[in-house]
């Protein structure tokens, strides 16, 4: 099945402080979205992006499908983007399954 | 503001015994999926439905997992007899097309 990769595993920044988060993913897909994992355990949806910018608020997404590659941008970080953020996809033979990579946990001190 | 419901949020109980997680999904998603979440395995997809009817359940436990739909309003996941190895975060997600959308999660802890 497809991979995905995500780096870097772990991140602490300050508060204000911007932050790039990698995901690799092993074969074409028909879905890629981010999600953020707050510390109560809620997946909340950032962005649904097969392909191409997005952005919303201090966050956006780049994904390069022909490369195989995304990239979330946080910008001027805050101590409520503190969780873990997951980049999940959806491979080209794998109909609706979402495959997760293992996230980076971003911890953001004031 | 539409989202996915899941009941019980928590559920504790022994080994043996039955649990049922039940979901509602989004109004008018047509596919409903099951996850698990452990430490150990992270985020592992369970079973999928698309419109009502199970489309593929391989990383269920045969033996002592069911998942139905009922209705286009309910989706229920049972184990019998529960194991502690079932202990885990039981996430519900329905979708429209490919973007999926997840529920709060129901945390199971099998003493």
């Known amino acids: 099945g497809i991979q995905v990769e995500q780096s870097p595993p772990d991140l602490i920044l300050q508060e204000g402080a911007n932050s790039t988060l990698r995901c690799n993913f092993s074969?074409?897909?028909?879905?890629l979205q981010w999600f953020h994992q707050n510390p109560w355990g809620q997946l909340i949806n950032l962005f649904y992006?097969?392909?191409g910018t997005k952005q919303n608020g201090r966050l956006s997404a780049t994904t390069v499908a022909t490369e195989r590659y995304s990239l979330l941008y946080i910008s001027s970080s805050q101590t409520t983007d503190s969780g873990v953020y997951f980049c999940?996809?959806?491979?080209?033979?794998?109909?609706?399954?979402?495959?997760f990579g293992q996230g980076t946990i971003l911890t953001v001190h004031p | 503001d539409a989202r996915v419901t899941q009941t019980p949020r928590h559920k504790v109980t022994e080994m043996g015994q039955e649990v049922t997680m039940r979901c509602q999904p989004i109004?008018?998603?047509?596919?409903v999926f099951w996850y698990r979440q452990t430490m150990m395995q992270g985020l592992e997809l369970l079973a999928y439905f698309r419109n009502r009817a199970p489309l593929d359940d391989s990383g269920m436990p045969k033996d002592r997992f069911s998942a139905e739909m009922p209705d286009a309003t309910l989706a229920t996941l049972k184990i019998q007899p529960s194991e502690p190895r079932d202990s885990a975060v039981y996430f519900c997600?329905?979708?429209?097309?490919?973007?999926?959308?997840f529920g709060p999660g129901t945390r199971l802890t099998v003493l």
């Open positions: 992006i097969p392909s």
């Open positions: 109004l008018g998603h047509n596919t």
């Open positions: 999940a996809v959806v491979g080209g033979t794998s109909y609706g399954k979402l495959t």
């Open positions: 074969d074409s897909v028909n879905n």
């Open positions: 997600a329905s979708g429209q097309r490919n973007e999926q959308f």
